[in-house]
């Protein structure tokens, strides 16, 4: 009977590996926006007794295939949504049926897998010797994570233990970049800290914080930067900014969730001078280094604080190592690191190199075709991400994004920067190709002739 019933599962799981390597194959020929006609058959209402399996997978594989945007596939610009490499997503694949809780007793082996990418990373990243952390869903809790332990260790240092809350706690000021990501701000709030009492710094015309612009800081003071402005791709003058942290006694993080990976590449290198000085840092996996959603990790150049504020413990817990569950906030969680060891295993040094340096030289000619079309970008290619507008004519950039998604030749999307009114295109698909810009600019053209 069991043998029957584990059959029966490998045989489900055979079907739908097999559809999602159709649907691979497919992807280039589809259309990149979803069909959404047919959403509603996906709710054929609940049945009594169940559905065999090939039918349930029938019905997602065809209602629900048609309904998914193609950001697997190289014609995907929107957000910094990235695709999962070969190496990653098979993992993911065998990850499903192994169903691991990455810990030391419910998944040794995954959590080693966890353990040497997070190393990896920190290598890779140029980040201080003993630097550790955590994968999370994405940045937003990785940021959530990083913030709180640094509230944690800051109230520490005043002399506030942890667990004794913050009514009562000595009050602590955040510094911030204005152009800091959204999820940075959401994290502030989880965080139970103000952000009506941010201290803003301005930025330049790129993006950038603004050195000069930062206020006296004191060691009550946590500083949130950025490495990877999500319009413009700039990175925050992180050496200055934490000479001044380190002399403060101040806290230093910086989200980097798509940009830090900026600096494997040989000509953006010199832009991160400095990240090593940091106290935190947050990069996504799911992002630039394409493995599949969801994967986030949280870095802390003082581990021993991160576990501090996120350690578990339980009557019925055996006493193993530290792992996971005492560096992140949830308790049962997922294989997502392996994913990752996955990823980096496939591409190697040179791999995530020659990644990262795609998406610049593909973003770069994209910069300069569409200010050959009459478009401003008005930043320099710092990385992946393209904003532009048109001079004169701002309110048709929304139309034109509208009329590009609409075609399904590529997807990006609307944005506002700076006051001004534009679009914005993400370089993130490990399988965008020359061919695939081409078609991107031509739908363009296109649209802005229309
Ligand atoms: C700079 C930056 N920080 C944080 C985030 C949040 O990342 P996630 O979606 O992985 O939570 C994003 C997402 O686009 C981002 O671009």
Known sequence: MENNLLGLQAEAFSDGANRGARYLQQIGLRKVNAELARLSQLDPGLPEEGMDVTSVLDLMDSIGGEGTVGSAGGRYFGYVIGGALPAASAARALLSAWDQVADELTGPSVLEMEKVALAWIVDLLELPKGTSGAFTT????????????????????????????????????????????????????????????????????????????????????????????????????????????????????????????????????????????????????????????????????????????????????????????????????????????????SLGRKGVSDLVTGFHRHAVRIARELRALGFDVPHEIHFNQVFATLPGKEDACARIAADVQASGEAWFGPAVWQGRK?????VSNWTTADSDVDRLIAAIAAAKEH
């Open 138 to 345: 994405g940045a937003t809790m990785a940021n959530m994570t990083l913030l709180v332990t640094a509230r944690d260790t800051l109230l520490s240092r005043l002399g506030h233990p942890r667990g004794a809350g913050l009514i009562g706690a000595p009050g602590l000021r955040i510094v911030a970049s204005a152009e800091i990501h959204a999820t940075v701000l959401k994290s502030v709030r989880m965080a139970g800290l103000s952000t009506n009492d941010i201290e803003w710094v301005e930025v330049d015309d790129q993006g950038r914080l603004c050195l000069d612009q930062v206020p006296e800081l004191d060691d009550r003071t946590l500083v949130l930067s950025q490495a990877g402005n999500v319009c413009s791709g700039a990175v925050d003058p992180i050496q200055g900014l934490a000479q001044k942290c380190k002399e403060a006694g101040a806290w230093l993080h910086v989200d980097g969730a798509f940009g830090l990976w900026a600096r494997l590449a040989e000509p953006l290198s010199q832009k991160f001078a400095g990240l090593e000085m940091a106290d935190s840092w947050v990069v996504d996996s799911h992002k630039t280094l394409n493995t599949p959603y969801d994967a986030g990790i949280a870095l802390c150049r003082h581990p021993e604080e991160m576990q501090a504020s996120m350690a578990i413990g339980a009557s019925y817990l055996p006493a193993t190592k530290p792992g996971p569950s005492d560096r992140a906030p949830e308790f049962s969680r997922s294989a997502r690191g392996a994913e990752t060891w996955a990823a980096l295993l």
């Open 422 to 426: 534009g679009f914005r295109i993400s």
